[in-house]
DNA sequence: TTCAAAATCAATCATTTTCATTCAAAAACA
DNA sequence: TGTTTTTGAATGAAAATGATTGATTTTGAA
């Protein structure tokens, strides 16, 4: 058997089973301990394998986990909560959208893996639903500076092509008389046709950004559901329960 | 037995085995070892075959796109001196289109606070011109795991809307008979549409590229001029001469 | 926990296989 | 005929392999 089959032959077999003990190499192969040994390791140098004690296991493509510090600061404890609630709404087989955002980009991880066709207007999302093995669609349009979210006619004139099982939106601003709202006008058009084009929508906000409001309004509330925390104003909630769902996701 | 017997009896035995022992090609054919050597040799410099130690591997034209990480770290220098040389033919006011791929990659650098917009359907693209402060315009599209490149009739709408002053497509072939080429044919086809769409279009290629031919045209070679380095073949370019504009920047 | 047996490991060496190079014989050619 | 190309055999170098060693790690029982 040549090396190179060999090499092969250990791959198929780890991404069957993800990890193996070397005495089943050795079965499968057909090599002495020392050849396959000396497989590892050069498997492990191309960087494809990750050896362990008695075997190996394959090394996942996924990009290095953002550090710690990274986390807490990019998606606050509450952010994750809220994304988290949000993600439980995703069934296999959904198309959804998923709105630039920094809250909404806190749902991936908990998508991963699933059988969903994700459509983003967000620079930041696209690489992390791609690491987490969606089937990711892009709009196209223009890329803004600062929150480099896909805007304009070219955004406008790709989201008019899908439809959805469900929006997750982003906002600024979620007021009882104004409604959801968001600085950029160009963002809240193209917010407004996602929501058109969906069956559902969900607007992700944490307490801070409840009660206020923001230069371009995106829909009044009835016209989705929204997710916020315990941390938000008990008042507040429930005056905004008297035009819409509410979902309140559990305190730290 | 016929050298041209031969070849073909250790071509077909290849695609059956994808790999074979020497030996094994030697019971086959009849001929020494030494002939199937000098067979294989030749074979190999026909860039049909692939040598590994103990015999050989078919050249497959489809998948086997090298990574993202792997395409820009080799020949980063000659990249770099075809890009530069590519960036020097945009001028303020122009739009230009920007291929997906990592030679054209590293013309953005070069385009720093010019005065241009730019369209592109890769997504590592696209932070790099944002970063560089170029109006950047995305097509849309289902996002291609590998390159990252944006495609499909997403992506196909989107360049509708656009018209180019000059379009820099990557490429992974580069043949006489064949013309421009790439594994990919959803790339291909996005690469023949900005052709279509651009008063100019420069194919970037190092060295390696030329000769090549993979799975999906692109375009023929009169259709669009191909810069290129000095490590090329003399005779290679002189060749290619015949049919389209070739620059030829210097080598290291 | 501690200890000893078992398993796994890296390092080394001798053997086998494969390789490129060379050269002379054979074949093809003109 | 003489010349060029192709071929096969021989050589030593290079690479791959399998077995052995002793060190290290894991396991399981006390």
Redesign the interface.
């Known amino acids: 058997m040549?090396?190179?089959?060999r090499h092969q032959a250990i791959l198929a077999r780890l991404n069957e089973v993800k990890v193996v003990k070397l005495s089943e190499l050795v079965d499968v192969t057909g090599a002495s301990e020392s050849t396959i040994r000396r497989d590892l390791t050069d498997l492990e140098q191309q960087n494809k394998i990750k050896r362990v004690h008695g075997g190996a296991s394959l090394v996942t493509r996924r990009k290095d986990e953002p550090s710690l510090l990274e986390k807490s600061t990019k998606y606050a404890e509450e952010k994750q909560r809220i994304a988290k609630e949000a993600a439980r709404l995703v069934r296999d087989g959904d198309t959804i959208y998923i709105d630039a955002g920094s809250t909404t980009q806190a749902m991936i991880p908990f998508l991963r893996d699933k059988d969903i066709i994700v459509v983003t207007n967000g620079?930041n999302i696209?690489?992390d639903?791609?690491d987490a093995n969606l089937?990711?669609?892009?709009?196209?349009?223009?890329?803004k500076?600062g929150t480099?979210a896909?805007v304009g006619?070219?955004?406008l004139?790709?989201i008019q092509?899908y439809q959805f099982d469900i929006a997750f939106l982003g906002t600024n601003g979620v007021d009882e008389e104004v409604g959801f709202s968001t600085p950029d006008p160009e963002e809240a058009l193209i917010k407004q046709h996602a929501i058109h084009r969906s069956t559902q929508t969900y607007v992700l906000a944490d307490h801070t950004k409840l009660g206020d409001v923001t230069f371009s309004k995106v829909a009044d509330l009835h016209e989705a559901a929204l997710i916020t925390s315990e941390k938000a104003n008990h008042d507040m909630i429930e005056q905004l329960e008297k035009q819409t769902t509410v979902k309140v996701v559990a305190g730290s």
Not at 135 to 143: M, N, Q
């Open positions: 040549l090396t190179f089959e620079l696209i690489t639903l791609v089937k990711t669609y892009v709009l196209g349009g223009y890329v500076t480099r896909f006619a070219g955004a004139q790709s092509s």
